[in-house]
């Protein structure tokens, strides 16, 4: 987009339309193949002579499935969630309890967390120089290191600082993804109960206690404010590719030594980045942090007790949670009630950094926002983009041969596909962005009240949010660290 923004004035943006991957007169591959598998008996019916009715019937089924939406998505876009939550049901993987007592108690391998679910195969690994925990997930083939970010308010600034600390933060990005090397960055932005204890201690250092009435009165104020209060806490996830980093690991010892040393590498560029943003990093999280960081994740209550007493819940063999129950639509962790809604759509029309104001700062709401910048190699991005343009243009060729006309949304999308093409042709990385939040609350009830609250602000916000039906637990893993 050309800017003609003045200097020193906050600039609009426009975020890309998702792409409807369309093969053939706006259906999807799974959409014609849908049609198709249930036009197949009809054929053989027209050619045997029998059976037309019930194959008739058939292709009536598929093609509505296909072309019919239920709960916003196509219906034949259920049946793999459907046959996943399915099986795990059979299997007994909607439930999960920790093995403490008894018989069937056996001790976990050394290295891996006492997470659940698809979770459950991440390591840690200790970086010997700097003594920060990494994870370790073997599956993925990624190596993660989490570092805790502190920063003024945003909404605070004027709007040239504003516009500054936007540009700022572009680079960050892009310095991420120009090594090639990381799978994923994730920004996590969350809510706890507060105990007070932080508040204390500022009034403690930088109070002035001479026993006049105002100082009590301060003092008092902080006493009954600090339990009831809110603490925001945001971090930083930067998870290494080790396959697309292999040649660069060997030649650093190999190995998660090797991994860790090149993460260490990223990590470093990464803060001399955030500082240049007016950013401030602290040390990535070592043991007793992460430890923290996963045990108030499922269960926030906790979060003031181990605050008030920091030698606690330091183990990250005890940190993961006891019990945990997936339904259809929620999660239970212990005595926190969990809800995971998928940031479907961002604004379509132009808007200003900040747009997420009534999400960040919306109060009495226990809640998780992550967003996961995942970088596409410029030959894969290209070679996406090229695809997606030549699918509109001969989907447009078809719409003209039959007397069609391209609707508006289509012509949108072509646009933003003709902008990233270029973008890319200029140098610039091209980033998939997933936005994810997370609502926590002590019961059911309040659990659906928050999801209200933060719908709404979602819609002055001016994003779509969905609920991730029978996908909960997969979602909550991803909120936690990026995989």
Known sequence: MTDHTPTGQLRAVKFSRLSKRALLLGLTATQLTTIGIGG????????????????????????????????????????????????????????????????????????????????????????????????????????????????????????????????????????????????????????????????????????????????????????????????????????????????????????????????????????????????????????????????????????????????????????????????WGSLRADGAHHCVLWISQWPQSQTFPGFLAPLLLSSGVHRTISLAYRPVRPAAAMRELRRRRTGHLSEATQRARMGQTTDATDQAELADVLQQEADLAAGHSLLTTTGLITISANDAERLEHDVATVEQAAIQAGVETRRLWGQQAQAFARTILPN
Request: charged fraction near 15%; glycine fraction near 10%.
């Open 40 to 327: 197949l008996p009809l054929m053989v019916a027209l050619y045997t002579g029998t059976g037309a009715l019930y194959a008739a019937v058939l292709l009536a089924v598929a093609m509505a499935a296909a072309l019919f939406p239920v709960g916003g998505r196509q219906a034949i876009s259920w049946v793999p969630i459907a046959g996943s939550w399915a099986w795990r049901t059979v299997t007994g993987q909607l439930d999960y309890r920790a093995r403490i007592t008894g018989r069937t108690a056996r001790p976990r391998p050394a290295g891996t967390l006492a997470l659940p679910g698809d979770a459950a195969a991440l390591r840690q690994y200790s970086d010997p120089i700097t003594g920060a925990v990494l994870v370790h997930d073997p599956h993925a083939a990624t190596l993660t290191a989490l570092v805790p970010v502190t920063h003024s308010a945003f909404v605070l600034l004027d709007p040239g600082e504003q516009q500054r600390r936007v540009t700022a933060w572009g680079r960050v990005l892009a310095t991420v993804s120009r090594s090639g090397h990381i799978a994923a960055l994730q920004v996590t932005e969350r809510t706890l109960p507060g105990s007070g204890a932080s508040l204390a201690d500022w009034w403690q250092t930088h109070g002035t206690h001479d026993g006049s009435f105002a100082s009590r009165t301060y003092a008092d104020l902080i006493d009954r404010a600090g339990p009831a209060g809110e603490q925001h806490a945001t971090t930083i996830a930067l998870s290494l590719d080790l396959n697309a980093a292999a040649r660069t690991i060997r030649a650093a010892g190999g190995g998660l030594r090797g991994g860790a040393t090149v993460l260490r590498q990223e990590v470093e560029t990464l803060t001399i980045a955030l500082r240049a943003a007016d950013l401030t990093p602290g040390a990535p999280y070592d043991v007793g942090r992460l430890a923290v960081h996963l045990r108030t994740a499922y269960d926030p209550a906790i979060g003031p007790a181990l605050e008030r007493h920091p030698t606690l819940g330091r183990e990250l063999a005890a940190a993961g949670p006891i019990a945990v129950t997936e339904i």
